[in-house]
């Protein structure tokens, strides 16, 4: 069964870091692209960030909105993906996703989702 | 950044109804477009990808029709089990964008 499993959510100062990670079984993870995307209390889905894979370079991509604050990663031996959060603000609370992309003839899209991690930045 | 629009925000319908959502890109986004139903509390479920392909274990009453800036998702038979928000995203260019949402309630 595929599955991909957040960790790592939590309570955090405004300023502070926090570290997600997400741990992905019963797919080749090293194949796949794989994305962070976030849902704000009451609010709709918004796009974080991806990692390509190995073939690719591993290159990233982000959202302007936590472009130089967050950080993509992955461990391919590990089948995880993290997320590295500093200079935490209070909109940057929420629920945070991973989700792993296939391609589509060139185009990747998000077709497996965890359950999601929460996080709160408050003092 | 490309800019996605759904109408309506919200959409009040009846078990048995066909019902239809409109999404809109800022600019031609071809066919590269996804279609994701959400239940309170849980993760999105993919539906529909290249905005026609139904994904694998997707009921055949969900269908995704649509290019360049223009699509639609259809609901032929409205269930029980589909009152959710839907939402969709393009995933033709970087930053990968999604849709306001569109809330299916129970008329």
């Known amino acids: 069964e595929v599955q991909l499993v957040e960790s790592g959510g939590g309570l955090v100062q405004p300023g502070g870091s926090l570290r997600l990670s997400c741990a992905a079984s019963?797919?080749?993870?090293?194949?796949?692209?794989m994305d962070w995307v976030r849902q704000a209390p009451g609010k709709g889905l918004e796009w974080v960030g991806r990692t390509r894979n190995k073939v690719n370079s591993y290159t990233t991509e982000y959202a302007a909105s936590v472009k130089g604050r967050f950080t993509i990663s992955r461990d391919d031996s590990k089948n995880s993906l993290y997320l590295q959060m500093n200079s935490l603000k209070s909109e940057d609370t929420a629920v945070y996703y991973c989700?792993?992309?296939?391609?589509?003839?060139?185009?990747?899209?998000?077709?497996?989702w965890g359950k999601g991690t929460t996080v709160t930045v408050s003092s | 950044d490309i800019q996605m629009t759904q109408s309506p925000s919200t959409l009040s319908a009846s078990v048995g109804d066909r019902v239809t959502i409109t999404c809109r890109a800022s600019?031609?986004?071809?066919?590269?477009l996804a279609w994701y139903q959400q239940k309170p509390g849980k993760a999105p479920k993919l539906l529909i990808y290249?905005?026609?392909s139904l994904e694998s274990g997707v009921p055949s009453r969900f269908s995704g029709s649509g290019s360049g800036t223009e699509f639609t998702l259809t609901i032929s038979t409205l269930q029980p089990d589909d009152f959710a928000t839907y939402y969709c995203?393009?995933?033709?260019?970087?930053?990968?964008?999604f849709g306001g949402g569109t809330k299916v309630e129970i008329k």
């Open positions: 019963g797919f080749t993870f090293s194949d796949h692209y």
């Open positions: 600019q031609s986004i071809s066919s590269w």
């Open positions: 995203q393009q995933h033709n260019s970087y930053p990968l964008t």
């Open positions: 989700a792993s992309s296939r391609p589509s003839r060139g185009r990747y899209y998000m077709d497996v």
């Open positions: 290249q905005a026609s």
